[in-house]
């Protein structure tokens, strides 16, 4: 006769791996929609050099069939480069339906303008019938359904829903802890300021600057390195405004966000060159504070980005 403590041990010895597939199904909120996991994906694709860098700071490599818009638009480091070393970039920009079909994806990583725009071809809606289920950047969420401000919540967020998507919990949870940590740390160093800098974000374009709103991540970053960004009253994401519109708020400093076939350089040249902007505290003072494209937009690098812009502000603090 068995004993029922060996029963047991016998019972888990030969239990199905189905059974040790953790906490599935898994019910994922990603923008208004809920997606429903049975299972961790097998072959994922990301959008963009943000959301991919996501991927590989959870240990997904794995799980990648492959990668889309990265070297289309300029905005890779040679650093993740590296790391994606026999993960094929399938699209050099957005990705069609048939190239994600062709590479058997099961699920794709990306945003609205970050490898999906609205009433495209490649949507949710599009790739449901096909089995490719999609997970949403929460910050682009603000181009299909009302939402708050963008945050670092955001970031925790994705990070967090990838981690119960991928069964990566524990590594989501160590990458949160991590940021916070820094970001408490630069709180402490620049101290309390009852009037925080004012600061324009200059993606690009020259007619009109192409700039961030309240609901795209500078505005998170900046606020978070004890500025304001200029443009938080614009309820809108990436968007383009004015440049009197810049001129009435007159920014102490502008961020530069580095990336494409124009320089970060060449940008500051352009902004030095237009005499309706001489006037700008930011632009006599010469005071431009340049960030990466990843570190712009929400990931990984955000914390990076938010020290560099704190350094910027506020350089005693950061001279001790």
């Given amino acids: 006769m068995i004993r029922p403590f060996l029963s047991a041990f016998l019972a888990l010895l030969f239990v199905s791996p189905e059974a040790h597939a953790g906490h599935y199904p898994v019910t994922i909120q990603s923008c208004n929609r809920e997606v429903v996991f049975q299972h961790a994906p097998e072959h994922a694709v990301s959008n963009d050099v943000n959301l991919t860098e996501m991927m590989l700071a959870l240990g997904l490599k794995s799980r990648m069939a492959g990668y889309t818009g990265i070297s289309g638009w300029n905005t890779g480091n040679e650093a993740m480069r590296a790391q994606l070393k026999g993960v094929p970039e399938l699209a050099r920009q957005y990705p069609s339906v048939e190239v994600l079909v062709n ?3 099961d699920f794709y990583f990306a945003g609205w303008n970050y490898g999906m725009q609205v009433g495209g071809p490649v949507t949710p809606a599009t790739l449901a019938p096909l089995g490719i289920a999609v997970y949403e ?7 299909v359904m009302r939402r708050p401000a963008a945050s670092f ?11 119960r998507i991928f069964d990566a919990d524990a590594q989501a949870s ?18 309390p300021n009852t009037t925080p800098p004012r600061v324009f974000v200059y993606d690009s374009g020259e007619d009109k600057p192409f700039t961030a709103g309240n609901l795209a ?15 938080d009253d614009v309820q809108q994401s990436w968007t383009r405004v ?24 060449q940008k500051i040249r352009f902004l030095l060159d237009q005499p ?26 955000n914390v990076a980005a938010v020290e560099t812009i704190a350094n910027a502000l506020y350089p005693k603090a950061y001279a001790q």
Avoid at 220 to 229: E, S
């Fill in 103 to 105: 590479a058997r994806v």
């Fill in 153 to 163: 919540d955001d970031v925790y967020n994705d990070l967090r829903n990838l981690g």
């Fill in 242 to 265: 004015s440049w009197e519109s810049v001129v009435a708020r007159n920014p102490q400093a502008i961020v530069i966000v580095d990336y494409g076939a124009v320089t970060a350089a």
């Fill in 174 to 191: 160590t990458l949160i802890h991590g940021m916070q940590k820094r970001l408490a740390t630069v709180t402490q160093r620049i101290g």
């Fill in 276 to 301: 309706a902007l001489l006037n700008l505290d930011a632009i006599r003072d010469r005071r431009f504070i340049v960030i990466p494209y990843d570190g712009a937009t929400p990931g990984i690098r």
């Fill in 217 to 231: 991540m500078p505005t998170a970053l900046i606020k978070a390195a004890g500025g304001r960004n200029v443009m």
């Fill in 137 to 143: 950047l929460s910050e682009s969420c603000a181009h």
